[in-house]
């Protein structure tokens, strides 16, 4: 299994040697994750990656609560292998 960084994960911006904005996204301890241009799309994807690591956690805690088997229930159709695939995506094993 893949290693990440701990969350939670943050964003601030700040100014390159370039003089040009961007959007850092880092551990808690400051060390950087990502760095994105300071654009509004970028801005919205820092928020993403930043989050990543509360999302593969709550995730993680749904597919280990919650029983799909025999549910019958169509939303749940093809959601236990979504959330593992999804989950070992994260973790680097697919």
């Known amino acids: 299994m893949s290693k990440h960084t701990s969350g939670p994960w943050k964003t601030f911006q700040r100014v390159s040697q370039d003089c ?4 850092v996204v880092a551990a808690d ?12 799309e970028f801005k919205n994807n820092a928020k993403l990656i930043a989050a990543a690591p509360d999302l593969l956690k709550v995730l993680k805690r749904i597919a280990d609560a919650v029983d799909f088997n025999g549910t019958g229930h169509p939303l749940f159709d093809g959601m236990q292998k979504q959330m593992t695939d999804a989950i070992a995506k ?3 094993r697919s």
Not at 20 to 23: D, G, P, S, T, Y
Not at 30 to 39: E, F, K, T, Y
């Open 20 to 23: 040009l904005a961007e959007i």
């Open 29 to 40: 301890n400051g060390c950087p994750i990502a760095v994105v241009s300071n654009h509004a």
């Open 90 to 92: 994260a973790e680097g």
